[in-house]
């Protein structure tokens, strides 16, 4: 997941509020609905010793969500009376939460709003195709190609007029399976989806993927359906899940293979939070991995106000320039986060394969590679 767009929570220092909110079915009742989530958040922070501002910012921000139509909810994030960022949610929270800490509660969104694969659906016939991207947040058209329109159907006879007729409705099928597999790549290159789901008859889908350059082909799926029908929601979630899946089983197994030592004896991934704590002040962590249930995340690391300022004990902020007395007790998850964010780096919820694999890693639901350049 690319943690850029957090940047403006570590910009201030905290104390933040962090609330995170599920979406209602429309109904009569929504605003009413509304407005009692937002009460009730606002008072569970004003108990955990909020501001009155920033309560009744987040009171303000919550109720609004009656006019949206997100499907899933949003999180916010809010200090000094001021929401400071809002993004919305690709999966709904298990339940309404708020937070109120030194450091904005950021480690739920690796789950809620963190890998969001785009599917770019083309609906494949012999005339051509029309796409259209589909994610979490809903769908939208994205264009059509049209190739030849004519001579596309087959005759049964053997004559030899009739047989150049059918060389020519192959030449036509050939011509459009070409025209689309430009167009798709065109699209996904300017759409940045990250898988294609091809629609329609075998013999069409398979035309147009063996045209597709050869770096597309991983991210290529087919859809046994026929192209005049709209894809099912929970056929491109189907999907979707699959590829999270994937990828994060792919993260695991990179971290499983670097954790051995080089020749130089440096290891390329830890999961001790003493190592993990030290790589991230040296600024040597490429990915951080996550799993919300291991116990390491909710581990009480000491932070300053400077995202390099973070320490096990904290007698050692002191060798990082800061006063004891001016230290903040965090989550783990959350301060390293705050790091790989402030560094560049992404971070990946690997819950996905977890459960697929059965496998507790990293296992204490803190981990990473390493970069030594």
Same mark, same amino acid.
């Given at each position: 997941?690319?943690?850029?767009?957090?940047?403006?929570?570590?910009?201030?220092?905290?104390?933040?509020?962090?609330?995170?909110?599920?979406?209602?079915?429309?109904?009569?009742?929504?605003?009413?609905?509304?407005?009692?989530? @937002?009460?009730?958040?606002?008072?569970?922070?004003?108990?955990?010793?909020?501001?009155?501002?920033?309560?009744?910012?987040?009171?303000?921000?919550?109720?609004?969500?009656?006019?949206?139509?997100?499907?899933?909810?949003?999180?916010?994030?809010?200090?000094?009376?001021?929401?400071?960022?809002?993004?919305?949610?690709?999966?709904?929270?298990?339940?309404?939460?708020?937070?109120?800490?030194?450091?904005?509660?950021?480690?739920?969104?690796?789950?809620?709003?963190?890998?969001?694969?785009?599917?770019?659906? @083309?609906?494949?016939?012999?005339?051509? @195709?029309?796409?259209?991207?589909?994610? @979490?947040?809903?769908?939208?058209?994205?264009?059509?190609?049209?190739?030849?329109?004519?001579?596309?159907?087959?005759?049964?006879?053997?004559?030899?007029?009739?047989?150049?007729?059918?060389?020519?409705?192959?030449?036509?099928?050939?011509?459009?399976?070409?025209?689309?597999?430009?167009?798709?790549?065109?699209?996904?290159?300017?759409?940045?989806?990250?898988?294609?789901?091809?629609?329609?008859?075998?013999?069409?889908?398979?035309?147009?993927?063996?045209?597709?350059?050869?770096?597309?082909?991983?991210?290529?799926?087919?859809?046994?359906?026929?192209?005049?029908?709209?894809?099912?929601?929970?056929?491109?979630?189907?999907?979707?899940?699959?590829?999270?899946?994937?990828?994060?089983?792919?993260?695991?197994?990179?971290?499983?293979?670097?954790?051995?030592?080089?020749?130089?004896?440096?290891?390329?991934?830890?999961?001790?939070?003493?190592?993990?704590?030290?790589?991230?002040?040296?600024?040597?962590?490429?990915?951080?991995?996550?799993?919300?249930?291991?116990?390491?995340?909710?581990?009480?690391?000491?932070?300053?106000?400077?995202?390099?300022?973070?320490?096990?004990?904290?007698?050692?902020?002191?060798?990082?320039?800061?006063?004891?007395?001016?230290?903040?007790?965090?989550?783990?998850?959350?301060?390293?986060?705050?790091?790989?964010?402030?560094?560049?780096?992404?971070?990946?919820?690997?819950?996905?394969?977890?459960?697929?694999?059965?496998?507790?890693?990293?296992?204490?639901?803190?981990?990473?590679?390493?970069?030594?350049?």
């Amino acid at each position: 997941m690319d943690l850029a767009f957090l940047h403006p929570l570590y910009e201030h220092p905290g104390p933040w509020a962090s609330v995170y909110v599920g979406s209602s079915a429309p109904s009569e009742s929504m605003a009413h609905e509304r407005s009692l989530t @937002a009460a009730a958040v606002s008072h569970e922070l004003a108990e955990q010793g909020a501001d009155e501002a920033t309560c009744r910012a987040v009171l303000r921000a919550v109720e609004e969500l009656r006019h949206d139509a997100e499907p899933h909810g949003r999180a916010f994030f809010a200090r000094d009376g001021q929401v400071v960022l809002d993004p919305p949610l690709t999966s709904p929270p298990p339940a309404n939460q708020a937070f109120w800490s030194p450091l904005p509660r950021t480690a739920p969104l690796l789950e809620l709003a963190g890998e969001d694969p785009v599917c770019l659906v @083309a609906y494949v016939d012999r005339r051509g @195709a029309r796409f259209e991207l589909r994610g @979490a947040l809903g769908g939208e058209d994205a264009g059509a190609v049209a190739g030849r329109q004519w001579p596309l159907h087959r005759t049964s006879t053997s004559d030899w007029s009739e047989r150049h007729f059918q060389l020519r409705v192959e030449n036509t099928w050939e011509h459009n399976a070409a025209e689309v597999a430009d167009a798709l790549a065109g699209c996904q290159e300017e759409t940045r989806a990250d898988l294609l789901i091809l629609v329609g008859e075998d013999r069409e889908r398979h035309a147009v993927r063996d045209r597709l350059p050869q770096q597309l082909l991983d991210r290529v799926v087919e859809a046994p359906h026929g192209a005049g029908s709209r894809l099912l929601d929970e056929d491109v979630e189907r999907v979707r899940t699959e590829h999270v899946r994937r990828r994060a089983a792919e993260e695991i197994e990179r971290f499983l293979a670097a954790r051995s030592p080089d020749a130089e004896g440096r290891p390329g991934a830890v999961e001790d939070v003493a190592e993990l704590v030290e790589a991230a002040r040296e600024h040597r962590i490429d990915e951080l991995l996550v799993r919300p249930e291991g116990p390491d995340t909710h581990r009480a690391l000491w932070v300053g106000e400077d995202p390099d300022q973070v320490a096990v004990r904290r007698t050692e902020l002191r060798t990082l320039g800061l006063a004891e007395d001016h230290a903040l007790s965090a989550r783990a998850d959350d301060a390293l986060l705050r790091s790989v964010v402030t560094t560049g780096a992404p971070a990946i919820s690997v819950t996905a394969a977890a459960e697929a694999t059965e496998r507790e890693v990293p296992v204490g639901g803190l981990g990473a590679l390493l970069r030594w350049k």
